[in-house]
Structure formats: C-alpha cells, structure tokens
C-alpha cells in the first residue's frame, strides 16, 4: 500500500482514489504510453512518452537530447507522471453530469537517468516485451552500442502514488430522472487493427479468429492467394485500370489511387468485423499483383460460405488464372473448413461470368430479383449460383 501525501490525496471523490499497489500497478502494466510534467527555465512542460515498470520502479523512455534528460543530468528531475485509461464516456441527463469511465494513476517523484548499460538493456528489453511478450528476444535485435548511446531512459521510484478510478453509470439529479433524455455508458476499449502490412505479420499479432475467416495463403501453379491489406493499393489500381473490369462489379472503377484504397479499405473493415475474407491474387511466376478475391456471406453454423468481391486484371483474363483461384477457395472451404455448401453472386446480364461460374460445376438455382444497386443506381437482378459438397466430391480432378 502507497502511503496517502498532500500531493496524492484528492479534494474531490475520495472514495475513487486507491493506493493499493496492484491496482496502481496494473494501470501501468496496461498503459503503452504517459505523460511526464516538468519544469525547465520556471516553464512547465509536458511529453508523452512510453514507458514500462518493472518491480518499483517506473522508466520512461526518450532521446540523449531530450528535454526531460537534460534537466535530469544535475542530480535528478522532479516529475509529474500521469497515464490514465479511458474505459467509456458517461451520458447524463443535464449537461452537467455528463463524465467518463476511467483508471488513472498520477506518479511524483524525482527523475533520475538511468546510466548502466546492463540496466538500460534490461528496460528496453522489457519495453519491447511489453508490446508483445516474447518479441524482444524471439522477434527483433537488441540495440547496438551506438544506439544504446543514443538512447535515454529515466527512473522514477514508485513512491508517491495514487489511482483514481471511475466506474459505473451516470448520476443524475433526481430532479431529472423523469426527463426524456436517455442516460448511460458507451464502454470504450483498445483493440487491435489489421497489421500494415498484414501478408506477413508474425501470428502473435493476428487475432484468434475462426478458421473460417482466417486469409491462409494458398499457391497454385498459375495464381498465388494472400491476405490483402493496404500495401496492395498501388499495384491494385495499377492492375485494374480498365473499364471493362468493372462493366458488372458492385464498385465504380476507382478514379485515383484514394479510390482503390477505398475499396480495399472497405475490404479489411469486413475482414474485421468478421464478415469478409479478402485475398490479393499474385501471379504465380512473376509476383504481380492481378487481383482480387474474397469469401463472404461466412457462415460456419450452416457451413456456408460465398465467393466473390472479385475483380482481374485483363491482361489474365482466360488464362485459367481466375479458375484455379475458384478452384484454391472450394478447396479451402470443402477440404479444410467442412463447408457443406458454396455460392456464388452474378449480374443477369454478366453472361461470362455465369458461363465462367458454370464451368467450376456450380448449379444456378434461380434469380434475386432487384438485389442489389449498382453504381448508377439501377437495381441489379442477381443470378444465384452454389456447389454442395456432395457435388464437390463428384467433380473429376482437375
């Protein structure tokens, strides 16, 4: 338990504040960055920085030519630290009440650097091990000499200390709990996005996620399927520049580059929420970038999934490109998921399309009528494909 100061005791809410050391400790396990107060020439200051804490002591990490290790050189720096974790924002019936949800914890004491070399190693080690643990010594290389050089680290004791934390809903007057206005929380919380670029992030980084809506990385002899994400935006739109690609397709072609990162964006927003699975399709001997191609419409309960969001360059059409990545995708989902049906969407009148859908082996079984808008808002009248896997096992091999 930290001991209570005139600098750590609160003048509002006390029952928020703790001084239990697992609480405060875990605040900043938690925290990836703070901010450090400070004052250089009679001016305050204050930095965000990363910081890590190992046992009682907190460090902050920054530059040789930093401000803070500057002012810390003359026997140490006296330093505010404040990290707080926004947990959600509180809605009041009056303007008054309105608040957040949080856990904070504020840190005073004198700043001192750290000039070990085996205890500065140490703390970037934990730093890194903090992003993801493991990492420092499995996935990256420690610092060099100059580098080291280049690097300061602060110590601060942990010994003037406190948390504050906030929880529950709003606290209105009673005077207004009849008012029409509704009141409650909206819980905020840091997630993970989509690693940049994400073909070859390290698995520690992706989420655990159903298989199905996992982007493995599929080789062919004439197409390889990755997982798309934002570094294909270029070649993408490069690949892609021709209005006849897009003639049938749910999209205006793309008029600039912000356009296709649109749409790829779009994609990975799917992929997110769990209703898409984007691939980038590279040709196989070269590593161009030809396309692109998803599953969607995923649904393991009824193991079922759909085939589309589909577009090639033209310089593959009719090179059997397109058709042995079909061939990869009804292999993923019959082979390795257990899917026992996949469908497939196509414009009515996109007649290659259904002549290309139809050549798989995939049965038209009807037409939705005005099922979708296209980009120049007609409605689109969609012929409805699909394969069960009884009709999967029925196929000569290719």
């Given at each position: 338990m ?10 509002r809410h ?7 050391e697992?609480t405060?400790h ?5 925290a990836?960055?703070c ?5 250089v020439?009679g001016?305050?200051?204050v ?5 890590v ?6 460090y902050l990490?920054?530059s ?13 720096l ?8 926004l ?5 009041a ?22 000039t070990?070399d ?5 703390v970037?080690l ?10 420092a ?6 610092p060099t ?22 929880t ?8 207004d709990?009849?008012?029409p206005?509704w009141?409650?929380?909206l819980?905020?919380?840091l997630t ?13 980084l992706?989420?655990?996620?159903s ?13 390889v399927?990755?997982p798309?994400?934002?570094s294909?935006?270029d070649?993408?739109y ?17 008029t ?11 994609a ?7 209703t ?6 590279r040709d196989a001997?070269?590593?161009e ?5 998803s599953?969607?419409?995923i ?8 085939i589309?969001?589909?577009f ?13 990545a079909?061939?990869?995708l ?7 998921l ?5 469908v497939w969407?196509t414009?009515?009148?996109n007649?290659?399309s259904?002549?290309a ?8 079984e ?7 808008q ?18 999967w ?6």
């Open positions: 930290y001991p209570a100061t005139p600098r750590t005791t609160a003048k006390l029952d928020r504040m703790s001084y239990d697992p405060v875990a605040i900043l396990d938690e990836y960055f901010h450090v107060t400070f004052v020439d001016e305050p200051r930095l965000p920085t990363l910081h804490r190992i046992g009682g002591a907190l990490h920054g040789t030519g930093s401000r803070p290790l500057l002012a810390a050189r003359g026997g140490g006296p330093v505010a630290v404040a990290v707080t974790l947990d959600g924002i509180v809605y019936r009056s303007h008054f009440h309105h608040s957040a949800n949080y856990r904070s914890v504020v840190a005073h004491g004198t700043a001192t650097p750290v070990d085996a205890e500065k190693r140490a970037l934990a730093l890194v091990d903090k992003v993801r643990h493991g990492r010594a499995a996935d990256s290389r420690p000499v100059k580098e080291l050089a280049q690097t300061a680290v602060l110590k601060l004791p942990l010994a003037e200390v406190s948390a504050k934390v906030r529950g809903g709003a606290v209105d007057d009673e005077a709990l009849d008012l206005h009141a409650g929380v819980p905020l919380r993970p996005g989509l690693p940049e670029p994400n073909a070859d992030a390290p698995a520690y992706r989420a655990d996620r298989p199905w809506l996992e982007p493995v990385t599929m080789r062919g002899d004439r197409v399927l990755e798309l994400d934002m294909h935006v070649d993408l490069k690949a892609t520049a021709d209005d006849e690609i897009w003639r049938w397709l749910s999209a205006p072609r793309p600039d580059r912000d356009a296709m990162a649109a749409i790829v964006a779009d990975l927003d799917g992929w997110r929420a769990g898409r699975v984007p691939w980038v399709q001997t070269t590593g970038v030809l396309g692109t191609t599953f969607y419409d649904d393991p309960v009824r193991r079922s999934v759909t589309g969001h589909t090639v360059g033209k310089p593959w059409w009719r090179t059997g490109v397109n058709a042995e079909k061939r990869m009804m292999s993923r989902a019959f082979d390795d257990g899917a026992v049906r996949v969407h414009d009515l009148r007649v290659r259904q002549r859908i139809e050549r798989l082996g995939a049965t038209r009807g037409v939705l009528r005005a099922h979708k296209r980009p120049d808002g007609s409605w689109r009248d969609t012929v409805l494909y699909a394969m069960t896997a009884a009709d096992r029925a196929l000569p091999a290719a």
